[in-house]
């Protein structure tokens, strides 16, 4: 199974903004406006409906239109849709409904909460892959789905077709080696984690799903780019630039602290739904000082039109 074109570089993993309060609407405007921004800052791919998209929150019919609505305003960028499910069969009619309104790619964790076995693991992989012809992003992630996906199973899935990809949120910066050998070259390697997406592209990764990408897209497609051009101290640079971002970013549980960010900027309302509240005080003002230091940069390097990595990879 080979990935879509674009599936490497920089991934930004969209919010989901809500018109008002914890219970409200989908702005799909909002919503729109972030898709088509990091589309233009040289984003290589879009998420939908992750983790930063607060999909467990929404309905069944909500998590397609916010899918379509990103496909929509993605303009051609290829769009990874999240699946993530305590059941697999809610997983399978996530991604046949992603697949309907026009996702490129899927992307499938654990079952959170359930703790599966490895063989439980790669059941459920199947089973989704088998519903659609779609490529699937396999997302590890034991902080949230209480169990991980071992390098054997990963190499399993990838032998048999069913994997394309990996989003690594484990933060093992030796695991991108350990894969390559298992794997070999084809398994495209995303980092998951923005504080470490630098040492994860030395360490043999293609990318990174990032949450920063967000809030400063041009900086985070920049330093990708940097690093495919062996330009290191230009990629330092934007690492060392964003770190206090990155930090204050996950001060507080992904995706309140973004989006408090996003409203900082005026692109979205702050409203994560419960049981996520909106960010603290503190962490606002963390995020006003550390976004003083970065958003000059990146509306400079988004006028450069930076190039897209999906171009040049």
Do not use: W
């Not at 490529?135 to 190499?155: H, K, M, N, Q």
């Not at 909106?278 to 995020?287: N, S």
């Amino acid at each position: 199974m080979r990935p879509p074109p674009g599936l490497r570089g920089s991934i930004p993993a969209l919010v989901t903004p809500f018109l008002a309060g914890d219970a409200g609407t989908i702005d799909r405007a909002a919503l729109s406006r972030l898709a088509a921004r990091a589309a233009a800052r040289g984003a290589g791919a879009l998420v939908a409906c992750g983790s930063t998209g607060e999909a467990p929150a929404l309905s069944a019919v909500e998590h397609a239109q916010v899918i379509a609505c990103v496909v929509q305003a993605a303009h051609g960028l290829p769009v990874v849709a999240g699946t993530g499910a305590p059941c697999t069969e809610t997983a399978v009619a996530l991604a046949v409904a992603a697949e309907h309104v026009g996702a490129s790619a899927l992307l499938v964790s654990a079952p959170p909460y359930v703790k599966p076995g490895q063989e439980g693991l790669r059941a459920h992989v199947r089973a989704v892959a088998a519903a659609t012809g779609l490529p699937i992003l396999l997302y590890d992630v034991p902080s949230r789905a209480g169990v991980a996906f071992a390098d054997e199973t990963v190499a399993r899935l990838y032998e048999d077709g069913l994997i394309a990809a990996l989003k690594d949120a484990t933060g093992d910066l030796a695991r991108p080696p350990r894969l390559a050998r298992l794997c070999g070259p084809g398994l495209v390697q995303l980092s998951g984690d923005d504080a470490t997406a630098l040492a994860h592209l030395a360490m043999g990764g293609q990318g990174c799903v990032s949450v920063t990408a967000n809030v400063a897209p041009a900086l985070c497609a920049a330093l990708q780019t940097a690093f495919l051009a062996r330009d290191m101290g230009m990629a330092a640079e934007i690492r060392d630039l964003l770190a206090p971002l990155d930090a204050a970013l996950f001060a507080e549980t992904n995706p309140v602290p973004v989006k408090a960010a996003l409203r900082l900027l005026g692109l979205c309302a702050p409203h994560p739904r419960l049981p996520l509240t909106r960010a603290e005080p503190a962490t606002a003002a963390r995020l006003a000082r550390a976004l003083a230091g970065v958003m000059e940069r990146e509306e400079a390097m988004a006028a450069q039109r930076v190039p897209l990595i999906r171009q040049v990879a």
